[in-house]
Structure formats: structure tokens, C-alpha cells
Nanobody, 123 residues
Framework: QVQLVESGGGLVQAGGSLRLACAASGRTFSRYAMTWFRQAPGKEREFVAAVGWSRSNTYYTDSVKGRFTISRDNAKNTVYLQMNSLKPEDTAVYYC????????????????WGQGTQVTVSS
């Protein structure tokens, strides 16, 4: 079992930055692929970024490439999402998710989810 708790969301102006964190319980954190999804009102949950057990394996959706950076600290059982140059269209609830095996962009393949953290970007 893995429990995930997100933090770091908030209200920011367009062009600003936020760093989200997802703290995981359990001793096998390093075995899990960790992914950030987001869901805006009235829209489906969408893939944002993922990192494999090897921290060098990172993946991003096109709309955030060059602006967002995902990283993990296995010693702290934490995954981060550094978000720069934020845009109003980044406004959503951001969820952290974990799965065994390789990262996957399909949210239905994830076993564990956090409660979500709201990110609001004003224009």
C-alpha cells in the first residue's frame, strides 16, 4: 500500500511559479513510477508529467514541456513538480499517482492516488 499526500498548490499570477510536492508512505517508494495528472472543471483528467524509478526517465505532455520539471527524491519518498511560466490554462486540481512498472499516461492504470491540490493561475 502507498499513501500519497500532495502539497504546494495555490493562487498565482500568470508567469509565476509554484512547486508541488507529493509525499509517499511505504518503504518501496523507489519501485514506483510517479506521475502528475490534472483535472480542470468539466474536463477529463489528463497526464502532465511522469518519472520512472530511475530519475533520468522523465516524460511530459507537450503543453508543459520547457515549463514544468518533474523530479523525485527517493530518500525523502517525495516527488516534485516545479511549474514555471504558469498560464491560466494550467488551472486545475493536480493529482499525484503511483504505479508499479513503467510510467503510463493513462490514469486508469494507476493504483494509488493523492487527494489533489488546487492550482489557480490568474490572468
Amino acid at each position: 500500500q502507498v499513501q500519497l499526500v500532495e502539497s504546494g498548490g495555490g493562487l498565482v499570477q500568470a508567469g509565476g511559479s509554484l512547486r508541488l510536492a507529493c509525499a509517499a508512505s511505504g518503504r518501496t517508494f523507489s519501485r514506483y513510477a510517479m506521475t502528475w495528472f490534472r483535472q480542470a472543471p468539466g474536463k477529463e483528467r489528463e497526464f502532465v508529467a511522469a518519472v520512472g524509478w530511475s530519475r533520468s526517465n522523465t516524460y511530459y505532455t507537450d503543453s508543459v514541456k520547457g515549463r514544468f520539471t518533474i523530479s523525485r527524491d527517493n530518500a525523502k519518498n517525495t516527488v516534485y513538480l516545479q511549474m514555471n511560466s504558469l498560464k491560466p490554462e494550467d488551472t486545475a486540481v493536480y493529482y499525484c499517482a503511483a504505479r508499479t512498472g513503467a510510467p503510463d499516461s493513462r490514469y486508469a492504470t494507476y493504483d494509488y492516488w493523492g487527494q489533489g491540490t488546487q492550482v489557480t493561475v490568474s490572468s
